[in-house]
């Protein structure tokens, strides 16, 4: 069901039979809603249109969109119409060579007819007017014959990013995609004023605009000003979707001259400089006794889950995809780095989920026996209880359960101990790097980040070069400050 039929009435869509996969019939859904959004804002409607319906329905059906199918509906002209709308809000039509040709010719001659106009335009001003209307800057004549606006750019971006994104095994979209449609929307709403503008009024001077909006770092929610790093990331993707926008067949407009040097300078504020005199600590984390006292209000899994993370210096989406073969026991390049390991000694290895670099950390022997419990023939260490990944990787917010179940810990925590400060799951990441960084080395913090850029193919011809040794006699060295965390695990 989505939305209503003219008569007000339910709408109901069939997307799916007996043999159609789950991942299909979810692609199809995601289409038909994002069809239905789409045309809504469009054309002002509160309900289907005739022919946005059966565009739907064939969806569901899971047949493809075709200039045939289009003819069913209009006329030739309006066919040519419809189908670059449609392909405008990401749904794919395929078309005829005839019909695309034919398409082609249509949009020469209507640009070149726009064309002729505007400069007829300008020369009858000009004969009114006289010579101040030559003083008038205008953009190339083909590039004016561009009718469509910024904000039909930027939501075409949008499902150009959801048509292209990365999929995981099941075909859903990875929250990386998500995260970019957040920050497209997020342009759009510090761009409110541009609604209405024309692409070919997107000049170098209306660009430079854009840029100064996050240079000049806009009010957040919290009514504070953007920080430098998140400006930034905001002017990277502005001139991300612009080069986009230039290599877009279903948008007349060029890249200025003179955009590759646009000044992307973040304005720097009084304000920045709020740090304390004395910096030694940057970073708020738990103590060992603070871990010890979140732990005594969790199950043995959920301690061993806090343990690993500050084992490790995992957060949230290494602990939530790290498979359970990734733990071994008789490391086979111990020899080459000369580090005397025990019977009693576990490994956990691999890349990380996000950044692929690869790392190693060894286990401390009580977090070792507290995960050799929950190694059940399960595929990741972190499952939920009916068996799927606790980490979402194609949800728009893949941590959003560890998230509620970090939090309800904390509730009971602080419920005991009313002044016991709540900090972010991703605080536990941090605990062991910050120590190292402090008392060690920074190479040493890095390489239990997993910072470092090497790869795994390349890991036994320069293995002896690495410094895990290093990383493994500093996590040793630190267990007994760890103790009191430790002895919460309750293993002998």
């Known amino acids: 069901m989505k939305g209503k039929l003219p008569n007000g009435k339910t709408c109901r869509i069939q997307i799916a039979d007996i043999e159609t996969s789950d991942a299909e019939a979810t692609r199809r859904l995601n289409v038909i809603h994002s069809l239905y959004e789409k045309q809504c804002a469009r054309f002002s409607l509160d309900c289907w249109s005739v022919w946005c319906l059966a565009v739907a329905k064939q969806l569901g059906a899971g047949h493809k969109i075709t200039d045939d199918f289009l003819m069913t509906l209009f006329n030739e002209a309006t066919t040519a119409s419809t189908a670059a709308l449609l392909m405008d809000w990401g749904i794919p039509v395929s078309v005829s060579d005839a019909f695309q040709n034919g398409m082609s010719i249509n949009k020469d001659q209507v640009e070149s007819l726009i064309a002729e106009m505007v400069q007829k335009k300008m020369k009858e001003l000009t004969d009114i007017k006289g010579p101040i209307v030559k003083s008038v800057n205008l953009p190339d004549s083909l590039c004016m014959t561009e009718t469509a606006t ?26 990386k995609v998500y995260k970019n449609v957040r920050d497209i929307n997020r342009l759009k709403f510090e761009f409110a004023k541009y609604k209405g503008m024309p692409l070919w009024k997107l000049d170098l001077h209306k660009f430079k605009e854009l840029v100064a909006i996050w240079q000049n770092r806009p009010l957040t929610r919290m009514n504070t000003r953007s920080s430098v790093s998140w400006a930034q990331s905001q002017i990277k993707i502005l001139f991300r979707f612009a080069r986009w926008l230039a290599t877009s067949p279903n948008f007349n407009w060029s890249k200025p001259e003179g955009f590759d040097d646009i000044d992307r300078k973040i304005v720097p504020l009084g304000s920045d400089d709020n740090g304390e005199v004395f910096q030694t600590i940057t970073k708020q984390t738990y103590s060992p006794e603070e871990l010890a006292e979140i732990m005594r209000h969790t199950d043995d899994f959920g301690k061993m889950i806090i343990a690993t993370c500050v084992n490790c210096a995992f957060g949230q989406s ?20 000369k580090f005397d390991a025990t019977e009693d000694d576990f490994f956990l290895v691999g890349p990380r989920p996000k950044t692929k670099r690869y790392g190693e950390h060894l286990l401390w022997e009580e977090v070792s026996q507290a995960i050799k419990p929950f190694l059940d023939g399960r595929e990741l260490l972190w499952m939920t209880r009916t068996g799927q990944p606790i980490y979402k990787t194609h949800s728009k917010q893949p941590s959003s359960e560890i998230a509620k179940w970090w939090g309800g810990i904390l509730d009971k925590v602080v419920k005991d101990n009313p002044d016991f400060q709540k900090l972010p799951f991703g605080s536990l990441r941090d605990i062991l790097p910050n120590i190292f960084e402090r008392d060690v080395s920074e190479k040493v913090a890095k390489l239990a980040l997993q910072h470092d850029s090497f790869t795994e193919d390349k890991l036994m011809r320069c293995y002896a070069n690495l410094p895990f040794k290093r990383l493994f006699e500093a996590t040793k060295e630190l267990k007994p400050m760890f103790q009191p965390m430790l002895d919460e695990l309750g293993v002998s």
């Open 318 to 337: 290494e602990i939530g995809q790290w498979k359970t073969s990734r733990m071994v026991k008789r490391h086979p390049y111990l020899d080459k780095i």
């Open 150 to 175: 910024l904000f039909d750019a930027l939501d075409s971006y949008i499902s150009y990013l959801e048509l292209t994104g990365d999929r995981d095994e099941n075909n859903e979209l990875k929250a």
